[in-house]
């Protein structure tokens, strides 16, 4: 048997950048985490101790903090193009670049141009693959927690030996939503595809009368995909933050859906893609990292 | 030399609940996480496993739900007076109770009245420590993390051997606030008074010009005890959330205060008390749990 | 266009189940971690809302403690097996199941039988996907921290306009070692393999001259695969956490590899898998979430 | 009214500093996580925005490098007791230097001289209080998980209203030991008692029949002060990490304190000190932070 190198990268996580744009006495700040992935032509890298193809980490963040100076920061997915499309254009082993952004939000506290708190709601992502002849953008968010106090069902599953749960057409249903969705191309309106789809992913959440979060999710894609036409797909990770209805018998009191123990763990997950049928599938590779 | 029992305590923490109020179809939700500690005449609990004095944490817990549902939970607060006041009104051993609780805010999703999205801003904080003489109130906030791009300055400081800090009229002043303040007295209306400091911090992180993290607190402290005469007392920590100017001169750039490295560690802690000097302070004990 | 449903998946995350056997005055425990992960013909759930395929997360939850009983945890990749092909075989939409594993290990505390110590090392994981035609069993380890405080060398690597970063022939290597290796077969002596793999990469980041984290990685599997003739493939995720020199010059002091500032953020992250080349490789997809 | 300034300290937080001294071809590692807190005639800076009086926090991080380099590190204590002499005496407003030291402790890997893993068992700690009058230095140690599969009892307690916690005469006890010690004086073989009390908290907690965690703690601290004279005092706070046996019997399965479902929260937290009674009580506030 001979043992060989596969699949590899190698890269810089998590540089964060800051980047203030004044305009007299208004600025505008946009806060980003970037990480950055290469791959390429770096077997002597892993197999001889050769680093003659191996940019440093060092200068990759040091290109995302001079990039920030030298082109601005339009949107994570425009800075994240740039930068891919940077290290496969000059360095000449590198094949493939991924750019991973996640992009914290802040609102402006209106007694000045230039004071901010943090919006912590959710955090913004976007995942570029760059190689010479494709380039995919995928958009994201996480951690975007919301709840239906009803509208809820969940019954009519199978029973199997170790089932105990009760059959229920009133729940609390919540989540964290991660979603990440496909752009067909390189050019969008990113912040306001942004918002459209965090829009649409919160109103569907809220209006769709669920009889499981898998619907309940497949409903968010799929409207998701009516209302921007420039999307080809788009992924969902959904715990089920359990919120479990207390039994107050015990203390003579009825729980009329009003007290909930919020649950930590364990959690269901649910997963799941809604995509176009007339689009060809992305390679899975790139998806992952 | 004889070993003796010092200062004790024990009680559930983390009790995680979530009460729904319907009223048609609108609901409310309040979402907390409740921590008890109760200290009294345990000796014998901690020196002998005589457990006849120790109502167990687990009672503690299903209280927690209980009087969610008997008494609904108009406020941290109130929820907290309410609980502290029971545990040492009907267990006999019992002297002190304290009751910690974070409360989670949610917004409407306005298309139902039932569904709702977590707003991570900040974290409201309560802390109630109730005797049969005395009964405190302790309201505050975490994480409320705010940045102002200009209007900070720090200089005049002393050099010493090991000094090498460059003096600046002009940085990022960036912090996570963590504010407790101290009502005179046990009736207030809660949800107001936290919302109009939560508005002052803001409002004066935001308009102060900084010669220091340590002026800017003690002027938001100030401003909070000048508009709120039921507070006798608030106490800060808050870290000063470093953000370097990166040094873009090797790649031939400039960098007028645009592009900024944001650091985790280390950082400096800043923490600071204001109080009113008319009123007696309070006792050092109950602040610390 | 149509839309309709892609790769999905559901199932009960972090189950936590904690096993004792006793013999007599000797226990053991084995503590777990359980993520159980479905997938078939589900699009009924997802797009209709009928439940009648989706056996209740809570139901999986229930197998893991009841299988704990009736099988015992011989290890976690046999607790794995077990579960993934009862969920295969009992439920008949399901074609495919994932169960990954997390174990913590204790240490006993020698004065009982019956006492223990977390060993807080690593994290053991194991990752078993099965579905009729074919089973995969790939174990690992996570946050295996390690330092080399010599040996370690970085130079003669591209220096393109924005490398600053200065050559060396000693540094401190540190990283958190991520690791997975994919098993030939679904039969072996799995905590005697893990103990044997864990020692090779422990012996392997010691003892080598490290010219790269790289180099370092690919020597690491290659070792592994030497040494374990069942391994077809292990993959690292390999964090370079930087010990940066600290410049003593301001303060008239020298540095001789002494003194050494442990930086969080950004690190470099490196990558890479080392495979047998006369086995087919896996398919990618099953390597994934 | 009058609004003042009341307690007030800053400093820098969590300077992580790695120390290698070389013997050779032996090394050895110190890795430490330093805060420093000062506190003295600050009011001009918080209340006039003059710097003055207030040394940069980031001269405190140098002070801890050079330090490391002109003094080594000889234990956490020492070196906190080092730095928190240096601030009072070189900087005439501080009166009081807080300095907090965790340590994360590395056992070699025996291959070379000079290679470590972490050992991440738990994290020791010590703070040291120091003004021109006195002294204090308290070691402790976080995270020190252990677990009795049997020997813990607890029954006999109050049953109110919410009462429905059932009696057991054998159930699984676990805790997350965080302890704090004080010493009578500023002399100690650091090393050598930690490494003694350490002991001695595993072996009273493995070999102690516990009728309640309450009891357990008790006995520890007091076995502690028997073992080691130069010690006035111990506080612990331990979470009891409830193992809820799970109810097997609707799948027609017994258990017979075998499958225990770990539970994150919420959790009991039992506090408690032991001190001897023939020393002065340490002043409140310098325990507190």
């Known amino acids: 048997m001979t043992i060989v190198l596969g699949a590899n990268q190698y890269g810089k996580a998590e540089t964060r950048v800051v980047r203030v744009t ?83 939000a802040w609102d402006r506290v209106p007694v000045t141009g230039h004071s901010f708190v943090r919006n912590g709601t959710e955090t913004r992502t976007a995942r570029i693959t760059h190689t010479a002849g494709a380039t995919h953008v995928v958009s994201g968010l996480k951690d975007l927690v919301v709840l239906n106090s009803t509208g809820s069902e969940f019954w009519g599953y199978p029973k199997d030996r170790y089932t105990t749960l009760a059959e229920t057409t009133d729940r609390i249903l919540a989540t964290s939503v991660t979603a990440e969705w496909r752009h067909e191309g390189t050019d969008d309106d990113w912040d306001g595809s942004y918002a459209l789809v965090r829009e649409v992913l919160l109103e569907t959440f809220a209006d769709t009368h669920s009889l499981s979060l898998q619907q309940t999710l497949a409903m968010m894609g799929r409207r998701v995909l009516e209302k921007h036409e420039g999307l080809a797909e788009i992924r969902f990770a959904m715990p089920n933050k359990h919120h479990f209805l207390v039994d107050l018998e015990p203390f003579g009191l009825d729980n009329p859906n009003e007290v909930f123990y919020a649950a930590d763990r364990p959690y269901g997950l649910i997963e799941g893609t809604m995509l176009r049928d007339d689009l060809p599938p992305a390679e899975e590779a790139w998806w992952t990292s």
């Open 22 to 104: 004044r305009n007299g006495e208004t600025h505008d700040i946009r806060d980003l985490n970037v990480s950055v992935a290469l791959a390429g032509d770096l077997e002597r890298v892993y197999l001889d101790g050769d680093n003659a193809a191996a940019l440093p980490t060092d200068s990759q963040k040091n290109t995302v903090f001079a990039f920030a100076r030298e082109h601005g920061i339009a949107s994570p997915e425009e800075f994240g193009l740039l930068l891919a499309r940077h290290f496969v254009a000059s360095q000449e082993p590198i094949r493939r670049a991924r750019v991973a952004v996640e992009e914290y």
